[in-house]
């Protein structure tokens, strides 16, 4: 089967959504022409058949106009899903992405006591572990430790220097009037937050 | 809803004419009596022209002006007049003035001309700067930027070229802007990842501008029209190579999601055959590579500093919310210019 696909006048990437669709169309091996009227298109339209794994070649015709010519082959014309998962390159086991959520100045409920020497030792065990989270997020409450008089600074900036990511939501520190007694790590955003949880091969909240 | 539809043809910074057949032209451009007031001009790469009055006292010069990348007339003013007082901050300098350019086709309705410039007005406010003026033609198609004027010691004046090897290279802003608003542009982007970019387009360079002038920035560009590595080249001068980690440069995930679906823009595939050649990618996933020559409009500033000043730096950018990372450093001249690896 061979579909031929009209492209002139088109910008990018409007020729290679077109060529898409026509693949999409042959639902199988096939042929798709697509004619375009410029060379930047002709290489967009290579780069994608290269990385589909496509034959393709193109020819340049009298009056500006181009061919390139995709071949489809049989079984799976989708690359592996590896190759397309780049949020979370993974390196073996140690680069497993593990982010820690801390919405609370205590760990656990119970005596609030108990909950703040507990979190105060969550966060020092978690500076002895081989493997160290990539993230640690701190919210609501959770924002004071990152704070002023938190028990758990030196732990966090010992955290830190291994090149652990520390995140504290800014919209709390604001409500809880600490912005300016932030001691460790960064600020961040809900938009972040959501990308690092969601991100995450592993979450961990104590 | 036809207005929106020819408002938005693909604009921004990858409506920008390729680097390569820009220097073609410009290189064949008469030129009069030298003038050593004109302390950057053509023959750098600079992102203004730089112009000594007195001791301790230059204007910078800069102009802008594009076709709409977003739908919205009010954000689109606000990230062309963003994009255009962007060049006075990647030279160290301050806003004092700007002038409002459009063009405007006679025949559409004038609201979104008044949202346009409304956008504009407000970043030139923000930025400290008066607004004075402007000129208008009618044209068939929307176009706005803005023509500043600023002021810098020419002593503290960041270059683009002054990189030292040792610099760390550090990045304010994610990239991938222009492969989200052209996924918008055929329907395919989510409207969280465009509202995440017209956030980052609409942000001023200049809270970034003023952590990097408490440090000892050797070199400054704004990363806009040639792409993170297009505006690396002409960082390295010639004389410089640098080493890029790409999993530690900031970008919208949802960019590399849509340059995985070829989402492309013609600026990007010409700044790859630009800049490329100076590039040797290792274990870096295509999707990251068009990310990387993705034309940004607006873009974050692309530092280079000791590495010390960059770690203090990258502190103090993120307490102001910027996504700032360190994304490489620069090396003695080698075979390659510019090594992207993982």
């Known amino acids: 089967m061979k579909i031929e696909v009209n492209a002139m006048g088109d910008a990018c990437p409007i020729p290679v959504v077109k060529t898409k669709n026509a693949i999409r169309e042959l639902n199988g091996p096939g042929v798709v022409r697509t004619a375009v009227d410029n060379e930047i298109a002709v290489q967009n339209l290579t780069k994608m058949a290269n990385q589909k794994g496509y034959g393709v070649k193109s020819e340049k015709e009298a009056g500006g106009r181009f061919y390139v010519t995709m071949t489809i082959g049989e079984g799976a014309p989708e690359p592996p899903e590896a190759e397309t998962c780049l949020v979370a390159p993974q390196d073996g086991a140690k680069q497993r992405k593990v982010v820690v959520a801390v919405s609370s100045a205590q760990m656990g409920s119970g005596s609030e006591e108990l909950g703040r020497t507990l979190l105060k030792g969550f966060i020092y065990a978690l500076g002895q572990q081989d493997q160290l989270p990539e993230t640690i997020l701190f919210y609501n409450g959770g924002a004071s430790i990152t704070c002023e008089d938190s028990p758990a600074l030196e732990d966090l900036r010992s955290l830190e220097a291994q090149g652990v990511e520390i995140l504290t939501c800014g919209t709390c520190l604001n409500f809880y009037g600490l912005t300016d007694k932030l001691q460790v790590g960064g600020v961040t955003n809900m938009y972040t937050i959501v990308e690092k949880m969601t991100g995450a091969a592993l979450l961990v909240k104590p | ?342």
């Not at chain 2, 990842?193 to 003023?210: G, I, P």
């Not at chain 2, 020559?293 to 502190?315: H, I, M, V, Y």
């Open chain 2, 1 to 342: 809803m036809e207005d929106k539809l020819i408002f938005c043809k693909g604009g921004g910074c990858t409506a920008k004419l390729g680097a390569g057949i820009l220097s073609r032209v410009l290189d064949r451009l008469p030129r009069g009596p030298a003038d050593e007031n004109l302390l950057v001009g053509y023959d750098s790469r600079d992102d203004g022209a730089v112009y000594r009055l007195s001791d301790g006292l230059a204007c910078v010069h800069t102009l802008d002006f594009f076709p709409p990348m977003v739908d919205d007339p009010y954000a689109f003013g606000q990230i062309a007049a963003a994009n255009a007082l962007s060049d006075i901050y990647a030279m160290g300098g301050a806003v004092r003035t700007a002038l409002n350019i459009v063009c405007f086709p006679e025949a559409m309705d004038l609201n979104i001309l008044g949202e346009i410039l409304r956008g504009g007005a407000e970043k030139v406010i923000e930025s400290g700067g008066v607004l004075a003026g402007g000129h208008s033609i009618a044209d068939s198609d929307v176009k706005y930027g803005l023509s500043v004027t600023g002021v810098v010691d020419p002593e503290k004046m960041y270059r683009n070229n002054g990189g030292r090897p040792g610099d760390c290279l550090l990045l304010t802003k994610r990239l991938g802007v222009g492969i989200i608003c052209t996924a918008n542009r055929v329907g395919e982007a989510s409207p969280e990842a465009l509202a995440a970019a017209v956030q980052s387009m609409t942000t001023l360079n200049r809270d970034a501008a003023d952590c990097c002038s408490r440090y000892d920035i050797h070199a400054c560009t704004d990363v806009t029209g040639f792409g993170f590595l297009g505006h690396l080249h002409e960082m390295m001068d010639g004389r410089l190579s640098c080493r890029i980690d790409w999993k530690r440069v900031p970008y919208f995930p949802e960019a590399a999601a849509y340059a995985d679906e070829f989402l492309l823009t013609a600026a990007a595939q010409r700044n790859r055959n630009h800049a490329g050649p100076f590039v040797r990618f290792e274990g870096t996933p295509f999707a990251v590579e068009e990310v990387l020559f993705d034309p940004q409009t607006s873009g974050g500033l692309l530092a280079a500093l000791p590495e010390a000043d960059a770690l203090k730096l990258r502190e103090d950018l993120r307490q102001r919310g910027f996504p700032a990372e360190i994304v490489g450093e620069i090396t003695e001249k080698t075979g390659v210019e510019i090594l992207v690896r993982g």
